[in-house]
């Protein structure tokens, strides 16, 4: 049987989150315990029995994933874990240089006119007086 690597398990998700699937699970066969920025080679079973082989390189997968807004999990299902890939609106940017995570930038607001400030303001108070939003309260 052949073994595809990290990049084909990223084109698989890619494109099976594209065509409307909610959740794709991989479940890790070897090493028993696995963390996705171990930086160790891992062993995974795909959804359709294809075998993937995960490299050091992993985390640059990682990278792509959270660029196309993805996001990933690991799993404990009784009796190994499972990877979880699911579509997100937003993640927290990951580095793969220092293997960190970093916040996400706040969106800059940039005001050119009496009318863009009062736009601004409109908006920020209809958020800030949500329905069931007791921050202010």
Request: no cysteine.
């Amino acid at each position: 049987m052949m073994v595809k690597n990290e990049w084909d398990l990223l084109l698989l998700v890619r494109a099976r989150l594209a065509a409307g699937e909610a959740t794709i699970r991989f479940a890790i066969q070897e090493p028993v315990l696995w963390t996705m920025f171990s930086r160790r080679p891992a062993l995974v079973l795909g959804p359709d029995n294809t075998r993937y082989e995960l490299s050091p390189d992993f985390p640059r997968v990682m990278h792509e994933l959270i660029r196309w807004h993805i996001s990933s999990h690991v799993v404990h299902q009784l009796p190994r874990y499972e990877l979880y890939f699911q579509p997100s609106l937003g993640h927290r940017h990951y580095s793969p240089a220092t293997g960190a995570e970093v916040p996400a930038e706040a969106p800059r607001v940039v005001l050119t006119s009496p009318e863009d400030l009062r736009a601004f303001l409109d908006d920020l108070s209809g958020l800030l007086s949500a329905p069931g939003d007791t921050a202010l309260e």
